[in-house]
């Protein structure tokens, strides 16, 4: 079966530095990747998704994530985050042997200091 | 990036009683919707599938017959928390996929609160 990590449950990084967040992925075929953001008390926006070719994708807000298969991981990336980025943040992986279902990680909630 | 409603975005009802939740796909035709459960500064939980026309297909531990879910088209699905407990009070969230694809779009939530 397939799963998700991501191994911090919670960052705080300053406005306008880089942020990098972590996923790992278990699936023994070519994943579907996503990144979903969640504001507090909101439902998920997609951020960016993966299913083929090019391994670095980009996506809304000026966030972009890159496919690793040798480090089976899709980390999600922000040259300088803004104050608004402060959110909770999923991966997710498809299983697309069946259903159409994805499967989250844990989350990682992002603080932006002033 | 296709908008998906929900209503109530907040209930509250008391123990005992019974509670409707509704999920439209507002721009799409969606074949398939899920619902998820969200406990606090918690993960989605993936409750059931929902396709249109056909029954459920409940993931193992979720109640079917407590929490109740109908696709009757292909815009609309239902969740139907029946004989709701404290213990049901969560936040739940309804996404719609688009056919043959993998992309899920969430609606806002749902905030149970049973007295």
């Known amino acids: 079966a397939q799963s998700v990590t991501q191994p911090d449950i919670h960052i705080t990084v300053s406005e306008g530095a880089s942020l990098e967040l972590r996923c790992n992925y278990s699936?023994?075929?070519?994943?579907?990747l996503f990144w979903y953001v969640q504001s507090p008390g909101q439902g998920l926006q997609l951020l960016l998704k993966?299913?083929?070719?090019?391994?670095l994708v980009q996506g809304i807000k000026g966030f972009e994530a890159e496919f690793k298969r040798s480090q089976s991981s899709f980390n999600l990336r922000k040259p300088s985050v803004h104050w608004s980025d402060a959110a909770e943040y999923f991966c997710?992986?498809?299983?697309?042997?069946?259903?159409?279902?994805?499967?989250f990680g844990q989350g990682t909630r992002l603080t932006i200091n002033p | 990036g296709a908008v998906v409603s929900q209503h109530p975005s907040r209930v509250i009802c008391k123990s005992g009683t019974s509670v409707k939740i509704e999920c439209r796909s507002l721009?799409?035709?969606?074949?398939?919707m899920f619902w998820y459960r969200q406990f606090p500064k918690k993960s989605l939980m993936l409750m059931a599938t929902?396709?249109?026309?056909?029954?459920?297909?409940?993931e193992q531990g979720v109640e079917k017959d407590k929490f109740l879910i109908n696709h009757a088209s292909l815009t609309l699905s239902t969740l139907t928390v029946t004989s709701a407990h404290p213990e049901d009070s969560s936040f739940y969230i309804c996404?719609?996929?688009?056919?043959?694809?993998?992309?899920?779009?969430f609606g806002p939530g749902t905030r149970l609160t049973v007295t």
């Open positions: 996404s719609a996929s688009r056919p043959r694809t993998y992309e899920q779009y």
């Open positions: 699936y023994g075929a070519t994943p579907y």
């Open positions: 993966y299913f083929s070719g090019d391994t």
């Open positions: 997710a992986v498809a299983n697309i042997q069946g259903a159409q279902k994805l499967v």
């Open positions: 721009d799409f035709q969606a074949t398939t």
């Open positions: 929902s396709n249109e026309g056909s029954k459920a297909t409940y």
